[in-house]
């Protein structure tokens, strides 16, 4: 039996949104699951207390993002796909990079035009154990430049 999986990092950013898009069409053709996976950081200090229930508030939101995102991605949460939502703690690329085995696709998506001095896209690339794909930025939003922060905001509406 092949366990093969699509893991996408899921941002309501575009190019998050581009690659929640990208990640429901490869699960679909690859006729395998989706992991939709929203990581996030809590930086509590050795004198915090009851830090449970923050992870707990912070996990919950997660899997609430990522619902939203779907929504904003592609109208609804896909019925025909085996989608397995996770919202762990951790740094995000960490995180991807730990759901993951060999015969798995990682998909994350990169607002950066040189996305390799860092970022979540470069600390998946390096060191991952499967093939990672790194989405773009629709090209509208690409194509406006540094006046297009009126356009960037618009396209999020």
């Known amino acids: ?3 093969s999986k699509v893991i996408v990092g899921v941002s309501p950013s575009l190019a998050g949104l581009e690659a929640l898009r990208f990640a429901v069409a490869e699960a679909r053709r690859r006729d395998v699951p989706l992991w939709a996976v929203r990581a996030w950081m809590l930086d509590a200090g050795p004198r915090a207390r009851n830090v449970w229930q923050w992870e707990a508030t912070l996990s919950a939101e997660g899997r609430v ?6 929504r904003l991605a592609v109208g609804h949460r896909p019925d025909d796909l085996d989608i397995a939502v996770r919202s762990p ?17 990682i998909v994350v ?3 950066r035009y040189k996305w390799l001095p860092g970022g979540v896209a470069r600390g998946v690339v390096k060191g991952a154990v499967c093939p990672v794909v790194v989405v773009p930025r629709p090209e509208m939003a690409s194509l406006a430049g540094t006046s297009g922060t009126r356009l960037v905001r618009e396209l999020m509406r």
């Open 109 to 111: 998506g990169s607002s």
């Open 89 to 105: 703690g951790g740094n995000a690329a960490a995180v991807l990079k730990s759901c993951a085995c060999p015969s798995d696709l």
């Open 1 to 3: 039996m092949d366990d």
């Open 65 to 70: 993002l990522i619902e939203e995102t779907f």
